[in-house]
């Protein structure tokens, strides 16, 4: 029987491993693939941590994607259904993260 809330939590867990590879290889310089952050002028960049903001969202995607793998693993090894709590749990962890406003975004990476 094919298992669709394993393979969507896999997928998506990989995905977030990937994207927190990409974050720890390049260290301070993946600030600029935050969104909003590249967006802003060179002189505001400057007062920000990059490293900092760049670690903060490498974990970020390291989390999600271990709310993903238990999701997928409990969705093969439990019920298919496993997987729509791992789908909450990460949208709630995702809007806490969303901000509208540039310093609500990146205020606490000050300098």
């Known amino acids: 029987m094919l298992n669709l809330g394993f393979y969507f939590c896999l997928l998506l867990g990989i995905i ?4 927190g590879i990409i974050f720890a290889f390049l260290k301070e310089k993946g ?5 909003g952050f590249n ?4 002189r505001e960049r400057e007062k920000y941590d990059k ?3 760049s670690r903060d969202q ?13 999701g997928g693993a409990l969705s093969y090894f439990v019920n ?3 997987a729509i ?5 990460w949208l709630v962890l995702f809007f806490r993260e969303v901000h509208i406003d540039t310093e609500k975004a990146f205020g606490k990476y000050r300098k």
């Open 16 to 19: 977030f491993l990937i994207l």
């Open 31 to 35: 600030a600029m693939l935050i969104s």
């Open 39 to 42: 967006t802003l002028p060179e």
């Open 51 to 53: 490293a900092r903001m």
């Open 58 to 70: 490498r974990n970020l995607f390291f989390l999600w994607c271990v709310v993903f793998l238990i």
């Open 80 to 82: 298919t259904y496993c």
């Open 85 to 89: 709590p791992a789908f909450v749990v």
